[in-house]
C-alpha cells in the first residue's frame, strides 16, 4: 500500500480589516488589515506597514497601532464583512465630520 504525503497546509495572506482614521493634515486615511499566520501588515494610504508583534493580536491592538505608530487620530476599525452595518456607517460619517472639523481647524492656525 503506498503512503500519502502529509496534507499540506496553506497558510496565505487574507486581508482581514479595515482601518479608518484622520491623518496630521486632516484627511481620512483608509488602511487594509492583511494577515498571514501571526504576521499582520497595513497598505493603503500611508503605504505599506508592518505591525509590531505584539500589537497583531486582534483588532483592538491594530487601532492602537494605527494610531501610535502610523499617528493616525480617531481611528475606528471594522472586520472585513461588516463595513456597511448602520453602526458602522454612522460612525465612518462621523469620522469624515471630524475629519472636515479638523482640516478647517488647521487652515484656520496656518492663516494667521
Excluded at 482601518?19 to 488602511?31: E, N, Y
Excluded at 472585513?80 to 458602522?88: A, D, Q, V
Excluded at 460619517?93 to 492663516?111: G, H, P
Aim: charged fraction near 25%; charge should be negative; glycine fraction near 8%.
Amino acid at each position: 500500500m503506498a503512503m500519502r504525503p502529509p496534507a499540506r497546509k496553506y497558510d496565505r495572506e487574507e486581508m482581514v480589516a479595515y482601518l479608518h482614521g484622520i491623518d496630521s493634515k486632516g484627511d481620512v486615511v483608509h488602511l487594509l488589515v492583511h494577515k498571514k499566520g501571526s504576521k499582520v501588515r497595513f497598505t493603503g494610504g500611508l503605504g505599506q506597514h508592518d505591525v509590531a508583534p505584539q500589537n497583531s493580536g486582534d483588532l483592538e491592538a491594530w487601532v492602537h497601532e494605527a494610531q501610535t505608530v502610523c499617528g493616525l487620530a480617531d481611528v475606528m476599525g471594522v472586520l472585513r464583512g461588516w463595513t456597511h452595518t448602520p453602526e458602522n456607517i454612522e460612525k465612518f460619517d462621523l469620522l469624515s465630520a471630524n475629519a472636515a472639523a479638523r482640516k478647517k481647524e488647521l487652515e484656520a492656525s496656518t492663516e494667521l
